[in-house]
């Protein structure tokens, strides 16, 4: 036999009755009340009623992968368009290019490590690439110096253009937000979740720094605003950037765009772009695709005078 509810004689018609039956229809008040509540109260806290936006689970799925591909179209784009950013300048480089104390506090440490251990190969090759990298710390300083240039005259409250976007990271990335941020101005930053701890460089304006799952969307928020691409010294990450942007240009699939490699000596070691050329694989005309710069000033001039010959035709 179904248990009863339990009611208490002489305390009223209500006292007996459990508190979620408040919210059932008088129909199924001559059932089990109790056991209906209880299956009210499963109902009300079961995924399945939740408004979908609200049900974490079901976004997860594997089967919603375009649902949140599309809100990571979106949700960047909304905001930028808040924000009246009409246009933006990309800057990549290495994250392990960091500002000279930090470097210099590395290569100590190496040096240390190298003393306690004489004869270990892989400490004095440690040693040797910190020394490489104090000497590139004068990157950082001139990625910083180029985002304050290119921030500080051209963001006002109708309309921001060449607003300095990277991927949000430490390094290059950290030295173009603090230069905007130097000057006052907002910067974009475009975080990727990676399976390593990772979080943004503290430079970033606020409301424009975004964390991506997807580095297809992320690589379209980069181009989407692109008025110049500013590559400076890096590793597997830059190189696929820089990549990825001469072919879009290649193809013409994107915007007509500056595309500047920063430190001629580092990217003529690094590539050799002549010899692509001269052994057929591209064209003599797509070395015309980039330029090279040694200065902040003189990466900023090429921008502005790209800007002044070329015609904006954004798709």
Known sequence: MAKKAKTNAGAGP??????????????????????????????????????????????????????????????PELALQADNIESTVIVFGGTQIVERHAAERRLSEARR?????????????????????????????????????????????????????TGGGPGIMEAANRGAFDVGCKSIGLNIKLPAEQQPNPFITPELCFQFKYFALRKFHFILRAAAVVLFPGGFGTLDEMFETLTLRQTHRMQPVPIILYGRDYWAKVIDFQYLADCGVIADHHLDLFTYAETPAEAWQQILDFHARTPAAVE
């Open 113 to 165: 490590a190298a003393q306690a251990a004489p004869g270990n190969r892989r400490l004095n090759r440690e040693i040797e690439r910190s020394t490489r990298l104090l000497d590139f710390c004068r990157y950082y300083d001139d990625a910083r110096e180029f985002a304050r240039i290119v921030s500080i005259d051209n963001q006002c409250e109708d309309k921001r253009d060449y607003v300095v976007v």
């Open 14 to 75: 209500e006292a007996g009755v459990p508190k979620a039956c408040s919210i059932l229809p008088d129909t199924v008040l001559g059932d089990d009340v109790a056991l209906v509540a209880e299956n009210m109260e499963r109902i009300l806290s079961a995924p399945s009623y939740s408004l979908a936006q609200e049900d974490p689970a079901l976004l997860q799925r594997v089967e919603m992968r375009g649902v949140r591909m599309l809100l990571e179209l979106e949700k």
